[in-house]
């Protein structure tokens, strides 16, 4: 199978490079006082680092529902938005809702200029990709716990392709994780089959 990552080290060898501080908006995510509580029917919902997985896109159906004070803060998500986690393991993914919803401080969001033609999903891609895990990596401070500091995102570099071909390497991510989610549907099938044949032998 394709390994997005291996095609993009050889898609990204280009000279054209871009600060991030110029290219989006890198706003800090809301410090919490204490654990997030749950609140059916409250106002908002937060996202956090769990919430971002491996396949590009918010996990907002497990986004904690919730109420507080948000008088003095500007970390709320918007459509499109990209975040990054900011410790552990630097995972990012892009944002499409719109909920209220208050980004946590275990993330950055990304948020693209206009003038700027990025896709929200190519920097996910890039930052998930192992050129870009490099980078994050050599980034993070820190002893027990990893984390990037906020002046060194916004100082990074990143290597920017044309949009065409931006959407190719999207597209074709996207491809080669509908391929992988076949494969585990088919996998989880063949084990149910030869489970239900174990078991029924074993019951005779």
Do not use: W
């Not at 997985?53 to 109420?67: A, Q, R, Y």
């Not at 916004?154 to 290597?159: D, L, S």
């Not at 996998?187 to 029924?200: E, H, P, V």
């Amino acid at each position: 199978m394709l390994d997005i990552y291996s095609i993009m080290q050889y898609t990204l060898c280009v000279q054209n490079k871009k600060i991030i501080k110029d290219i989006a908006d890198v706003i800090t995510g809301y410090t919490f006082r204490s654990a997030v509580k749950e609140k059916t029917g409250g106002s908002l919902y937060v996202l956090q680092a769990k919430n971002i997985k491996d396949d590009l896109m918010i996990d907002e159906p497990l986004m904690v529902n919730t109420e507080c004070d948000t008088s003095h803060t500007r970390a709320f998500a918007r459509d499109g938005d990209v975040a990054i986690s900011t410790r552990g393991f630097f995972r990012s993914a892009v944002l499409h809702s719109n909920k209220k919803i208050l980004a946590s401080s275990s993330v950055y969001l990304l948020r693209i200029k206009e003038s700027h033609s990025i896709m929200p999903e190519y920097l996910a891609l890039y930052f998930n990709s192992a050129i870009g895990q490099q980078q994050l990596g050599n980034l993070m401070t820190g002893a027990a716990i990893k984390f990037i500091a906020l002046k060194d995102l916004k100082n990074m570099k990143i290597p920017l392709v044309a949009i065409k071909d931006q959407q190719k390497l999207v597209i074709l991510y996207c491809n080669i994780k509908k391929q992988e989610q076949l494969l585990k549907k088919k996998r989880d099938i063949q084990k149910n089959i030869i489970n239900g044949a174990l078991k029924q032998m074993l019951e005779e």
